[in-house]
T-cell receptor, first 112, second 117 residues
């Protein structure tokens, strides 16, 4: 079993729709969860972090965490073509080395 | 302010040669990380430096890979006797702290694309 699993996609959604990106992880010691966006040929940039069970909203983005199910998701409301990118999920243990373990990412395509 | 910088942006080398990749973290950031990303793959952790502590080298794939961080700032990743499977984008990230007592944000540089012929 991979440490972090994401559907590679592409996930295609029409402009204005809600995009739902999912991630499962195997390390029950994971305490912090990060979503990075990576445009083609560019480096990753952090868009959301979540540490507690439940939802965290930031603008059009909502991160959802369920530690019991070892599941974290990212919702993008009112999807825009500029949201087309690969979204990387990265859980991390707190209290040990800060290295992130990344999933392979989900490629999102927002169509006009 | 200035972000994480890396050089060179592209490096083409022949199999068997040594290469050095450089990372200049954000000023004041004490933690520095190296990752690599192969085509179509996620990021793979290589090594992590935090202040004057011994680096976490647990992700280095072989003893051909080494890294140092001089003066708590600039870091160099060295790959000796390069192989074709070393071809990847090598990404450096830095964070203000290691986040041992809590979360911290890692900021990534633009990466170095290494091609081994």
């Amino acid at each position: 079993q991979k440490e972090v699993e994401q559907n590679s996609g592409p996930l295609s959604v029409p402009e204005g729709a809600i995009a739902s990106l999912n991630c499962t992880y195997s390390d029950r010691g994971s305490q912090s969860f990060f979503w990075y966006r990576q445009y083609s040929g560019k480096s990753p940039e952090l868009i959301m972090s979540i540490y507690s069970n439940g939802d965290k909203e930031d603008g059009r983005f909502t991160a959802q965490l369920n530690k019991a199910s070892q599941y974290v998701s990212l919702l993008i409301r009112d999807s825009q073509p500029s949201d087309s990118a690969t979204y990387l999920c990265a859980p991390r243990r707190t209290g040990t080395a800060s290295k992130l373990t990344f999933g392979t990412g989900t490629r999102l395509q927002v169509t006009l | 302010g200035a972000g994480v910088s890396q050089s060179p942006s592209n490096k083409v080398t022949e199999k068997g040669k040594d290469v050095e990749l450089r990372c200049d973290p954000i000023s004041g950031h004490t933690a520095l990380y190296w990752y690599r990303q192969s085509l179509g793959q996620g990021l793979e952790f290589l090594i992590y430096f935090q202040g004057n502590s011994a680096p976490d080298k647990s992700g280095l794939p072989s003893d051909r890979f080494s890294a140092e961080r001089t003066g708590g700032s600039v870091s160099t990743l060295t790959i000796q006797r390069t192989q074709q499977e070393d071809s990847a984008v090598y990404l450096c990230a830095s964070s203000l702290t290691a986040g041992v007592r809590g979360p911290d944000t890692q900021y990534f540089g633009p990466g170095t694309r290494l091609t081994v012929l």
